[in-house]
Every structure is written in C-alpha cells, then in structure tokens.
C-alpha cells in the first residue's frame, strides 16, 4: 500500500495501519524537509547512476575486444587449416608425380605415416 500510495493522504493512512510504514514515511517526511539530505541523496542517486553506466559501458568494451579476439583466432585458426590443405595438396600431387617418401617429406614436413595414408588415399 506504501509503495501504490499516490496521495499524501493515502500515504499517511498507510502509516496509521502499519508501524513500519509510519517510521517509512516519517524518514521520508525527515528527508524531503531537509535541504542537506535531500542534496546528499540526490548526489548518492547521481553516483549510482554514473557507476551503471560505468560498468555498461565497459561490458559493452568487453563483449567488443571478445568479438575481436573471436575473430582474430577464427582468422589465425583459418589460416593454419588453409596452410595444412595446402601442404597436404602439394604433398598428394607430388605422389601423383610418382616422387619417392623421403623427398616429400623434405618438402612438405609431413610424417612418414601421414604420406602413407595419403598414398592410399591418392593411389588405387
């Protein structure tokens, strides 16, 4: 009732009803007669106020420096599968060339096994 109460009326009924509201609205009362209080609680709202925003605007930072390095690892991420295709493509047509193992793997880094298993995937 304290808090629907849209009259001074209604917020003086709802403190004869119920001793907590009374001592509510009596420090209410005490607040909006004095000056000093009222600047210092205006001042105390203004802070809060500042340190929401504060606080919204560097999650908004944070959620844009978590995008970029997203990005940045999804690029770096792109790059070393693109770098591994290519290394596996030059590493089947130089099968396909009918080189020798040792020679590919001096020229791509790949493992012995690894151009084993491209042999069998290139070759019928």
């Known amino acids: 009732m304290f808090l629907n109460a849209k009259t001074k009326e209604e917020l003086k009924m709802a403190?004869?009803?119920?001793?907590?509201?009374a001592?509510?609205?009596n420090r209410l009362i005490e607040m909006s007669d004095d000056?000093?209080?009222r600047r210092l609680y205006e001042e105390r709202i203004a802070q809060i106020i500042e340190v929401d925003l504060k606080i919204q605007a560097a999650e908004e930072i944070g959620i844009e420096k978590g995008i970029e390095?997203?990005?940045e690892k999804g690029i770096e991420k792109g790059i070393e599968?693109?770098?591994?295709k290519g290394i596996i493509h030059s590493a089947k047509n130089l099968i396909l060339l009918g080189m020798d193992d040792e020679i590919i793997m001096k020229a791509?880094?790949?493992s012995a096994d690894k151009?084993?298993?491209?042999r069998s995937?290139?070759?019928?």
Request: proline share 6%.
């Open 23 to 25: 001592k509510a609205y």
């Open 121 to 124: 995937e290139v070759e019928p």
């Open 108 to 110: 791509t880094g790949l």
């Open 69 to 71: 390095k997203g990005i």
């Open 15 to 21: 403190a004869e009803a119920e001793p907590k509201i």
């Open 35 to 37: 000056e000093e209080n």
């Open 81 to 84: 599968k693109g770098i591994e």
């Open 115 to 118: 151009i084993a298993q491209l």
